[in-house]
């Protein structure tokens, strides 16, 4: 399959999604579909320099993209679709918008470019700028997820969020027994969201994310739903460095599906090896090559990292306190 029929229509308006550090557009098509365009702030080659905090980093487009791919991959299907796209800025963006405040912010550089900034919190000045070559920027267009009002969405914290501060720690990074606690709050005390959490730390420590600090859900469905995987742009970043942290939420509650657990080490093997199912898939992609190759030899050594950690919990707990069967409900449901 290739880019999705959504991303390869035209685009009739862009103008900016407001909130966020960043600036981010949201992109309408002729056929009235819509997506979310990150615009490409970085090289594939650029790492995060080492004395970045988490949350100063840049967004990257091609980690959003390279999300979507490694969510289909691990099975969760918890991320919308998400395609890269070469975006004429002056066909595409400055001649269709509407957004007044988003138009006055284009110019043209010294070096004869196309550019412009936006307005948004954090990166959004002349400094900052994002220019085309001469008017063609690279991005990536996130489907939108159904309106609010046909599909209500709640917004959770993450138990293990990072405190945002430069030198104060978060409470689950001082005290060992933190999942103890998690456990016995709601919507963690029952049903699968703490599973679901499991499945999402798992996923951010295979693309180095730290910056999880909220998830959504689907309000209809009350606990017995999924979490959505949303905002994936600050993956990717560091190929050299394997950020353990990540994975805290998994020593500490020592849980996992027993789906999850199969599919991880299924993808460990050689010949369903990660990094080369990620290659693969990413070839499908407009903007291919999405990731350099350090970052998919990444995969894979993060990979065998987490099965460590799940190899000690089953050591230390045993089999069938660690991994929670879920795979005889999927055959059950699937005989009706």
Not at 267 to 274: F, P, S
Request: charged share 30%; proline share 4%; aromatic share 10%.
């Amino acid at each position: 399959m290739r880019s999705h029929s959504l991303f390869m229509t035209s685009i009739s308006t862009a103008t900016m999604k407001s909130g966020g550090t960043q600036l981010k557009l949201i992109m309408t098509f002729q056929n009235y579909g819509q997506a979310l365009f990150k615009p490409m702030k970085q090289t594939r080659e650029q790492e995060t320099p080492p004395d970045f905090f988490y949350f100063s980093d840049f967004e990257r487009h091609n980690a959003e993209i390279a999300a979507f791919h490694l969510d289909r991959i691990l099975d969760f299907r918890r991320v919308p679709p998400v395609a890269g796209r070469l975006v004429n800025m002056t066909r595409e963006i400055r001649d269709v918008t509407r957004d007044k405040k988003l138009w006055r912010t284009f110019f043209i550089s010294p070096a004869n470019n196309i550019c412009f900034y936006g307005e948004c919190s954090y990166y959004c000045s002349t400094e900052h700028a994002l220019c085309g070559k001469p008017d063609q920027i690279e991005g990536s267009l996130a489907a939108f997820l159904p309106d609010l009002a046909l599909a209500k969405r709640k917004t959770w914290r993450n138990p293990w969020r990072r405190s945002y501060h430069k030198r104060k720690k978060a409470e689950w990074e001082v005290d060992p027994d933190y999942c103890d606690e998690v456990k016995q709050t709601p919507p963690y005390d029952h049903g699968a969201r703490l599973l679901d959490i499991m499945d999402m730390t798992i996923f951010d420590f295979l693309m180095g994310n730290m910056d999880r600090h909220h998830y959504e859900t689907f309000e209809k469905f009350g606990n017995e739903t999924f979490i959505i995987h949303l905002d994936n742009g600050r993956g990717f970043g560091k190929h050299s460095h394997d950020e353990m942290s990540i994975l805290v939420p998994l020593s500490q509650c020592c849980r996992v599906r027993r789906s999850t657990y199969l599919r991880l080490q299924l993808l460990a093997k050689e010949e369903y090896q990660l990094s080369s199912l990620m290659e693969e898939s990413l070839l499908r992609d407009r903007l291919s090559p999405i990731l350099i190759r350090p970052h998919l030899l990444a995969l894979d050594r993060r990979l065998r990292l987490a099965l460590n950690v799940l190899a000690e919990c089953v050591e230390k707990e045993g089999y069938s306190a660690v991994v929670e069967d879920d795979m005889e409900h999927h055959q059950t449901s699937r005989a009706r």
